[in-house]
Nanobody
Framework: QVQLVESGGGLVQAGGSLRLSCAAS????????MGWFRQAPGKEREFVSS????????YFADSVKGRFTISRDNAKNMVSLQMNNLKPEDTAVYYC????????????????????WGKGTPVTVAS
């Protein structure tokens, strides 16, 4: 069982930045993939970014490449998403995800390849 708690969401103007963080409860944090997904009102949940446990290999959705960065601190059981140059279309609830049985690459390919979800943190980007 893994509990994930997100923080850092809020309201920001277009062009601004936010940093989301996710704290994981499981002690073997460094062994599994972590990721971020988002869901805008009326839309399906979509992949944003993922990072592997060991090598730190990262993956990003095309819509956020060059603007978002994902990182993890295995000593603190935390993963972060730095979001720069935010756009109104980035407005969504952002969910932290853990993939114990899935690689970061698999999480990027299918939102079903997630074992645990956080409750989400809302991000609103005003134009």
């Amino acid at each position: 069982q893994v509990q994930l708690v997100e923080s850092g969401g809020g309201l920001v103007q277009a062009g601004g930045s936010l940093r989301l963080s996710c704290a994981a409860s499981r002690r073997t944090f460094s062994t599994y993939a972590m990721g971020w997904f988002r869901q805008a009102p009326g839309k399906e949940r979509e992949f944003v970014s993922s990072i592997s446990g060991s090598s730190g290999t990262t993956y990003f959705a095309d819509s956020v490449k060059g603007r978002f960065t994902i990182s993890r601190d295995n000593a603190k059981n935390m993963v972060s998403l730095q979001m720069n140059n935010l756009k109104p279309e980035d407005t969504a609830v952002y969910y932290c995800a853990a993939g114990l049985a899935y690689s970061a690459w698999q999480m990027a390919r299918n939102r079903g390849n997630v074992d645990y979800w956080g409750k989400g943190t809302p991000v609103t980007v005003a134009s």
